[in-house]
């Protein structure tokens, strides 16, 4: 969801900066703050006891994230850390939700993007929990698809094997034994070591 930013900043949202690589928030952490993503990438993410990495979601440019814990009283289920520099604005928790009581719309859309989030969760479990991993892998690539508007041209994956592993829950011995197979049946494209799909 995206609120303008004249708005947040109206009812006291910071803009801060953030560099490649710097983690947001921690799984298990209090919710006390909006966020929202002025330019920039971020990624939620799980570890396990293995230290394995599992991607909850990838949020770009204009898009929100861990608004769910918000409304509810429970800490972080995932930590956030950005994938790239990136210029973040947030504003405290009872703050927004005054806002979305001063703007309805803000609320319809919230319950939108809730609704669109849980779908996709719903279609990544399905695909995770009853596919083998070249089905994963291409459920997962033919979703970037979609969200691009591209479903006939082949597009660049702008995501490494690590991340394609860690978002279809596969090991990234897996995923590049998978595209490997996959280019020689020419379901996808391998071109200097970029993934075209």
């Known amino acids: 969801m995206q609120i303008d930013t004249d708005i947040l900043i109206t009812w006291g949202a910071i803009i801060k900066r953030y560099k490649k690589g710097e983690m947001i928030f921690l799984e298990g952490n209090d919710p006390l703050y909006y966020y929202q993503i002025i330019d920039g990438e971020v990624r939620m993410f799980n570890t396990n006891s293995d230290g394995k990495e599992y991607t909850q979601g990838i949020f770009h440019q204009g898009e929100s994230f861990a608004e769910p814990v918000l409304f ?3 800490l972080y ?3 956030a850390i950005t994938m790239k520099e990136s210029t973040i604005i947030k504003i405290p928790k009872e703050q927004f939700l005054k806002i979305l009581n001063e703007y309805p719309l803000f609320q319809m859309k919230l319950l939108k993007v809730f609704a669109r989030r849980i779908y996709n969760k719903s279609i990544t479990a399905r ?3 009853n ?5 994963r892998i291409i459920g ?5 698809k979609q969200k691009e508007g591209s479903p006939k041209e082949r597009i660049l994956i702008p995501y490494t094997r ?3 592993a860690n978002l279809t829950g596969l090991r990234v011995e897996t995923v590049i034994r998978a595209l490997m197979k996959m280019q020689k049946a020419n ?4 071109k200097d070591h970029k993934l075209y799909f």
């Open 72 to 74: 509810i009283g429970e």
């Open 77 to 79: 289920p995932a930590s």
């Open 187 to 190: 379901r996808v494209e391998i």
């Open 162 to 164: 690590q991340e394609i």
């Open 127 to 129: 695909e995770i929990v």
């Open 140 to 144: 997962f690539l033919t979703y970037l």
């Open 131 to 135: 596919n083998p991993p070249n089905v």
